[in-house]
């Protein structure tokens, strides 16, 4: 069923069993990857945040550059609310060996791409500038690139080992993607802001008015924190949850699957609509309760899609459910079955 389309997508029901077929996947295919699933509530606080971005980064730069790749989920991998894929795609630089950059201007745009400015390169998503010589990270990349400039044209292009500063290869170009899935211009950024204080001004007010004045001390603070470190670090700060402030155009991962190119394949999808309304449920009740202790803002808790909703979409892709069971068909419309004999 899967011939002729380059794009394979496997969702299964918890993160064991992902680990679990992608090894097992890893023995027929080479070209495959595991999406990490994200905790939209503690992913600000996870210290796995950094890992868990490269790796759904590497996948983004699969799919933008057409190339062939099965990748292995759960479905709260898709839950979280995720930027267009062309989106991004139009915001990768390609740097090329003799061509012009001016390097006060590229500072700023790895900025806004999520990098940190750092004294010496040190992991994925930094950059460091030393008179004419950039050296920058891509977290798609599994070494750092060093760019040497003469004025402002770009006299060579090499990578390099962050151990020994020795030089691997010369390129004649290298095309740097973001740092960071959400990804803010100067913009984006104030109008984001204008709807975060609208909203924040108009819930202290309420709390107030409830006579929860600690709680609106929280909130106020808590906002007002997350703004001065947005416009100090960008894209080291954690946006995921504030995603609708900041953006009026959303998708789920799923979503970058159509089907004139992929197959999407559900690995028991009765445990997957379980596992579903589980990691919806404990988002609500997670975020209700951060809600009204003032911990968050309202709209924080539109950060996720539901699975029922996610279910539905994926009801008109092309599917093939993997059941051990006779599946009920709640979600899906069966329109063929074949039973077959495994041990």
């Known amino acids: 069923m899967s011939e002729g389309y380059p794009w394979k997508l496997i969702i299964t029901y918890n993160d064991s069993k992902a680990k679990e077929i992608y090894e097992d996947?890893?023995?027929?295919?080479?070209?495959?990857?595991?999406?990490?699933?994200?905790?939209?509530?503690?992913?600000?606080?996870?210290?796995?945040?950094?890992?868990?971005?490269?790796?759904?980064?590497?996948?983004?730069?699969?799919?933008?550059e057409k190339e062939p790749v099965t990748v292995v989920t759960t479905l709260d991998g898709g839950m979280d609310k995720i930027l267009p894929l062309d989106f991004i795609a139009n915001r990768v630089i390609t740097v090329k060996e003799a061509g012009?950059?001016?390097?006060?201007?590229?500072?700023?745009?790895?900025?806004?791409?999520?990098?940190?400015?750092?004294?010496?390169?040190?992991?994925?998503?930094?950059?460091?500038?030393?008179?004419?010589?950039?050296?920058?990270?891509?977290?798609?990349?599994?070494?750092?690139?060093?760019?040497?400039?003469?004025?402002?044209?770009?006299?060579?292009?090499?990578?390099?080992?962050?151990?020994?500063?020795?030089?691997?290869?010369?390129?004649?170009?290298?095309?740097?993607?973001?740092?960071?899935?959400?990804i803010l211009d100067q913009d984006r950024m104030l109008t984001g802001f204008k709807k975060i204080e609208e909203e924040k001004k108009e819930y202290v007010k309420k709390l107030r008015e409830q006579r929860k004045t600690e709680e609106a001390a929280r909130v106020r603070d808590i906002v007002e924190e997350f703004k001065e470190n947005l416009e100090s670090f960008q894209g080291s700060v954690g946006i995921d949850s504030y995603i609708k402030y900041f953006y009026d155009d959303t998708v789920s991962f799923f979503d970058y699957f159509d089907p004139d190119n992929s197959v999407i394949y559900l690995d028991e999808p009765g445990r997957i609509a379980d596992k579903g309304e589980a990691v919806e449920t404990e988002f609500r009740e997670g975020m209700i309760g951060r809600i009204e202790k003032g911990y968050i803002l309202p709209g924080q808790s539109d950060a996720i899609y539901g699975y029922k909703e996610l279910l539905a979409n994926l009801n008109h892709k092309r599917i093939l459910l993997l059941s051990t069971m006779d599946y009920k068909k709640a979600f899906f419309t069966v329109k063929g079955k074949w039973d077959f004999t495994v041990r």
């Open 25 to 64: 996947y890893k023995l027929y295919d080479k070209n495959v990857c595991l999406y990490p699933a994200k905790d939209i509530i503690f992913y600000s606080a996870d210290i796995h945040g950094n890992a868990i971005v490269r790796d759904r980064l590497k996948i983004l730069k699969k799919l933008i």
């Open 100 to 182: 012009s950059l001016n390097l006060t201007r590229f500072q700023a745009d790895l900025v806004h791409l999520g990098y940190e400015r750092q004294g010496q390169v040190e992991g994925p998503g930094g950059f460091a500038v030393r008179g004419g010589i950039l050296d920058i990270f891509p977290p798609t990349e599994e070494c750092p690139y060093r760019i040497e400039l003469w004025g402002d044209e770009v006299d060579s292009i090499r990578s390099f080992d962050t151990g020994s500063q020795r030089s691997i290869e010369r390129v004649d170009s290298i095309r740097i993607y973001p740092a960071a899935e959400m």
